[in-house]
Structure formats: structure tokens, C-alpha cells
């Protein structure tokens, strides 16, 4: 805006110094023929220079600059406008999803500790309070507690992954030492629900970090026994082809509805199915395996029919 106007400024200084200049000379011609001296011009070279089409053009000049300005100014507006506003979109969207993220966590720190301080404030009021009701109630706060410690360790372990963009100490890994030990970890909940867990997974090989792949398969397997019928079964399947490590894990359980899968990742997004509400967990599990599988720089997705079971597709990238 300010080059246009200067521009501007400088175009109607130049012509408008013509102007002047003709019609001084023809002050100056008037002058002496008024006072009898021979004319500056002679009639014939005389410039016919008349004082209404020199005041129009001078006029229309400024109305031509005034216009282009006011078209380049708000044009200029209009481009500012909509630039900004395209600028600051992902920072916007952020600060929204900071804030969704930050009432999310309160919200679910909220709920065990209101418990937690109910049952103590009733437990200190009743004066007759027996050994037996005591640790009832010492019972009930220490599974608040573990539901505090898991969702703090659920927000901890994201915001680590959060920031991590790239790691260059990947090392060369067995998938199936990876599985094995994901299943050692989660055995205990399939023995309670009476799953089996079946593995068909060859000398495949990969590159990444030993505990963030452990961690990935850990949240993809208990939440195929988490959200599998007692009695149900579980596969992990590995393959390999010319780019990629496939891992599918597969369960034959509630499934998800169709609808819902897009925001499955979302950070504590959890299915509004009745049966996925009363299982635990704080829809961080998928939020951190799509960390990890970025940070791996390979891709999950989840395929799911409601009431039938869902398989859970992990790629990664092969060892160089
Ligand atoms: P959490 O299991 O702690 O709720 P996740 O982020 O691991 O959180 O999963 C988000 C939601 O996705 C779950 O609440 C559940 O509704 C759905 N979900 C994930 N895995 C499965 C699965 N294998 N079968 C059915 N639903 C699933």
C-alpha cells in the first residue's frame, strides 16, 4: 500500500510539473504581450494551451490514481485478510485441541478423585467405623489410586511421544520377540477372560525402538482382549512383502461401529458402544500406538464390523 501510494505521488508530482510548466509559459506569453514586448512565441509556435483541459486532465489523473490506490489497498486488505486468517488456522486448531486435551485430562482426573474424597470424608464421619468397613474403604480409594497412576502414566507416556519427530537409534529387531513379550505382559487378562491368544509370526525382522514397539503391540493386544467375549480368540499375523513389516492383530469381538472409526485415534475418544464404556481405559491407548507407529514412520488402521471383531493393521518399514 505505501509503494502504490508513493508511486502515486510521484507520477502526479511529474505530470502535474508539466502542467505548471505550460501554463506558466502561458502566463508569461500573456504578461509580455500585455506590456507591449515582442510575444515569447510567435503566434504560430505558440503552444495553444487551454486552462479548462489542463485543469480535466490534471483532475482525471488524480481520479485515475485515486482509484487504482483504493483497488490496490483493497485488494491488499482483502489478501491480508485472508492470508492471516490462513496462517493462523493451524495454530488456532492447536490451541482448540490443547484446550480440548487439557478439559478431556481434568475431566478424567475428576472422577476418581471425587470418589476417592466422598468415601474418606464419609469413612472419617461414621465414629463407629469397624476394621472390616475400613478396608472396604481403604480397598476401594487404593483402586481409585491405580486408576490415577494408569491415567497419569497414559498422559505422561503421549506428551513424551508428543515430542519425539524422529529417532536415529533404531535398532534391528524380531518381531517375535516383540509379540512374545507384549503377550507375556497381557496373558494374565486373556487367562482371566479365557482367550486364547494364537501368534503366527516367522523370522520377521524391523527397525525401531525395542520398548516404543513393545508398548504398541501391548495396546493392540489388551485391547483385543479388552474388548473380546469371554472365551474368545485373538490373532497376530506377521508378514513381510517388498517395503513393509505387516502386522494384523485380530479379534473376534464387540467391533466398532463404522461411524465412530474415523475419531478412534483421537485422544480419549472412546467408542460409545455400552460394552466399551464399562471396560477401563481412558481412550489414550490408540492416541499413543499412532504415535509410535509415526514416530516408525509407518501407518495403523482399524477395520471393524460391529458385534463381529475388529483387526488392527500395523506397516512398518523394513530394516535398511
Ligand atoms: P481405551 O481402550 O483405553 O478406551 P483406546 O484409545 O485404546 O482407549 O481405544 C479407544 C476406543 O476404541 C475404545 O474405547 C474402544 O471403544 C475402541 N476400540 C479399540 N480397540 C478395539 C477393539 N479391538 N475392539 C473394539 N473396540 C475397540
Known amino acids: 500500500m505505501s509503494v502504490s501510494l508513493l508511486f502515486s505521488f510521484f507520477i502526479y508530482e511529474n505530470v502535474n510539473r508539466d502542467f505548471r510548466r505550460f501554463e506558466r509559459m502561458e502566463e508569461i506569453s500573456d504578461e509580455r504581450e500585455g506590456s507591449g514586448l515582442p510575444p515569447f512565441h510567435t503566434r504560430r509556435t505558440r503552444p495553444m494551451i487551454n486552462p479548462v483541459l489542463v485543469a480535466q486532465a490534471r483532475s482525471h489523473l488524480l481520479t485515475s490514481l485515486g482509484i487504482v490506490n483504493l483497488v490496490i489497498i483493497g485488494g491488499s486488505a482483502l489478501a491480508g485478510y485472508f492470508l492471516a486468517g490462513r496462517t493462523l488456522q493451524p495454530i488456532q486448531e492447536m490451541v482448540a485441541g490443547l484446550n480440548r486435551f487439557v478439559s478431556d485430562a481434568s475431566h478424567e482426573l475428576r472422577t476418581p478423585l471425587t470418589s476417592l474424597r466422598s468415601e474418606i470424608e464419609v469413612g472419617l464421619r461414621n465414629k463407629k467405623l469397624t476394621l472390616t468397613e475400613a478396608r472396604t474403604l481403604i480397598t476401594s480409594n487404593l483402586e481409585d489410586v491405580v486408576r490415577l497412576q494408569a491415567l497419569s502414566n497414559d498422559l505422561l507416556t503421549l506428551t513424551q511421544y508428543e515430542k519425539i519427530t524422529n529417532v536415529k537409534t533404531f535398532e534391528k529387531l524380531s518381531l517375535e520377540e516383540i509379540i512374545h513379550r507384549a503377550v507375556k505382559i497381557t496373558q494374565g487378562l486373556a487367562k482371566n477372560k479365557h482367550i486364547a491368544i494364537h501368534v503366527n509370526i516367522g523370522g520377521v525382522m524391523l527397525q525401531g525402538s525395542r520398548q516404543q514397539l513393545e508398548e504398541l503391540f501391548t495396546i493392540l493386544l489388551d485391547n483385543a482382549i479388552k474388548y473380546s467375549h469371554p472365551k474368545g480368540v485373538v490373532t497376530l499375523t506377521g508378514t513381510t ?71 488392527v493393521t500395523v506397516k512398518l518399514p523394513l530394516p535398511k
Open 241 to 311: 512383502d517388498h517395503h513393509k513389516v505387516n502386522v494384523f492383530v485380530s479379534d473376534r469381538g464387540i467391533g466398532i461401529d463404522k461411524k465412530v472409526i474415523p475419531f478412534i485415534f483421537d485422544r480419549f475418544y472412546r467408542a460409545d458402544t455400552s460394552r466399551s464404556k464399562q471396560t477401563d481405559g481412558f481412550g489414550l491407548g490408540l492416541s499413543i500406538a499412532k504415535k509410535i507407529v509415526d514416530i516408525h514412520k509407518g501407518s495403523i488402521e482399524i477395520e471393524s464390523t460391529l458385534r463381529q471383531g475388529s483387526t
